[in-house]
């Protein structure tokens, strides 16, 4: 499957925005899907994963009541709604894949999209 995310930008703090993840082929709803994101010299963190069927969603606790993810499998694509955005939530975002279970360890996904900045000034 590839991935393309979209949907990042520059926006002040307390803003929104939303992140599109789009996935090419015809077996989207066998996999998991995650948000990360990551800075420079810093690990790649998990931010949301949805299940196949959305029916179990996880946040990482800092953005639990801002972010919510969520995913259209008729269209293919996975959403990250970002509210209340603080300068900590600055980084490079990137939708994932797996064909296992919701994961915090970015190894356990197996497609990559290519990122999208978000930068949240002050």
């Known amino acids: 499957v590839q991935l393309q995310a979209s949907g990042g930008g520059l926006v002040q703090a307390g803003g929104s925005l939303r992140l599109s993840c789009a996935a090419s082929?015809?077996?989207?709803?066998?996999?998991?899907m995650g948000w990360f994101r990551q800075n420079p010299g810093t690990e790649r963190e998990v931010v949301a994963c949805l299940s196949r069927t959305s029916g179990t969603t996880y946040y990482k606790d800092s953005v639990k009541g801002r972010f919510t993810a969520s995913r259209d499998n008729a269209k293919n694509t996975v959403y990250l709604q970002m509210n209340s955005l603080k300068p900590e939530d600055t980084a490079v975002y990137y939708c994932a894949a797996t064909s296992g279970s919701c994961s915090y360890t970015p190894g356990q996904y197996n497609y990559w999209g290519q990122g999208t900045q978000v930068t949240v000034s002050s």
């Open positions: 082929g015809r077996t989207f709803t066998s996999y998991t």
